[in-house]
């Protein structure tokens, strides 16, 4: 980063931080003013899953608002605990600088690594190494590091991996498959008994594997499902829109109607894809 670039972008941050300030101030906003650490991690995650709905779109503009966006909750988190006597934004900066640096010894030192599982490697004993220098202990799984505030399909395959990297995982994709069939099979045997409690142990049983499927296969089961979920609003928006034309609502339709529609939808929703 030239000298200008890094100006500019200090000039920024401080921007932020005196927005953030007024806002906070005296005379600033009372939405502003009554908030904490605690509310405002929801706003950051709120914003966070907007940057990852433009980065999906692919839509550079929105991409570059929703950034901003997050860096702006970041920046108003720091200046909460500035104002309490804890840190400030330069002290978070310089911290993740120094440990970006530190866990990096392949590229800021003559460490040499052969592939990408000695980097992980690597990184994992470095992180474990700071734990002890930070009086944090010896972690006592390899689980340790998977924060539970995850979405719980994001933490299920975060999970896995974790313990695939510790040695424990199916041979290949065959037996995962027959994992996710053998978990089918467990849940509709709990339909029939119709236990709410094991239906739902055994339901999210299904879902754990899945993810494995998705690890197997080489795909992140957020994203994945994020993308699914987006293709269903959009092709049922369509039939919504196809309805109003008609003056009609779905309750009005039979279940072969119902179909038909859903089948105009999908056809209609592909061909712009």
Known sequence: MGEKEKRDTDEGLNSLVKIIQTLRGENGCPWDRKQTPETMWKC?????????????????????????????????????????????????????????????????????????????????????EEKLEAGKGRAKSALDSVPRGMTALLRSYKISERAVRSGF?????????????????????????????????????ILFTLSNVARFAGIHPETALARSTDKFEKRFRHMEALLAERNEGLNDLSRTEKDSLWEEAKRAYDSDC
């Open 44 to 128: 950051l995650a709120e914003e966070v899953y907007e940057l990852l709905e433009a980065i999906e779109d692919g839509d550079v503009n929105d991409v570059c608002d929703e950034t901003g966006d997050v860096l702006f909750q970041l920046v108003f988190i720091a200046e909460l605990y500035r104002e309490q006597g804890d840190f400030d934004l330069s002290d978070c900066i310089a911290k993740s600088a120094r440990k970006m640096i530190r866990r990096h010894p392949h590229v800021y030192g003559d460490l040499a690594l052969k592939n990408e599982e000695e980097l992980f490697q690597r990184w994992e004993s470095i992180k474990r």
């Open 169 to 205: 995982d199916w041979d290949d994709m065959g037996g995962v498959m027959e994992k996710v069939e053998e978990e089918w099979q467990e849940f509709t045997e709990a339909l029939a008994k119709g236990d709410k409690d094991e239906i739902a142990l055994e339901f999210g049983d």
